[in-house]
């Protein structure tokens, strides 16, 4: 995809802080870190979401994903970090090329991954649920 930015950075058109790389995902820093140390995981192959990734893709991506946070607790003594990935506009994601958010998590930092909690009303939960399972 020739406006993707990561797609760039894969193709070494525009440089990163590179830590990881094999056959189907690269791993490097995010430029505008939720905290210092803040790692992105990318499957090589240009795929808009989660959804649209290949089986294969979405297998190496979590494996490396396991592999960077190891590495980022044992760089930072701290077993303590958080998985994000913002699927579609409407969750927040602005590059349009998927990817994991990896963030460590220290003692006191100013990162806060909470929502409020709605509540069902009788029997709508059983509702949300046959119409998801329905497509499963
Ligand atoms: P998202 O909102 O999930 O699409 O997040 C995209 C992330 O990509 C943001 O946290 C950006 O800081 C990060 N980002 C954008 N351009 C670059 C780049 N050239 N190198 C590293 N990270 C980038």
Redesign the pocket.
Known sequence: MEDC?FCK?IGGK?P?AKIYEDEKVIS?L???PANKGHC?VVPKIHAQTLVEMGDEDLSAAIKATKKVARALSLSFGNGSFNIVM?NGKEA????NHA?I?LIPRFQKDRLRIKWSHLKYEGDEIKDYAEKIKKFI
């Open positions: 930015v950075i525009i990163s490097f995010d430029i505008m992105l913002n927040g994601q602005l590059v990817h958010h």
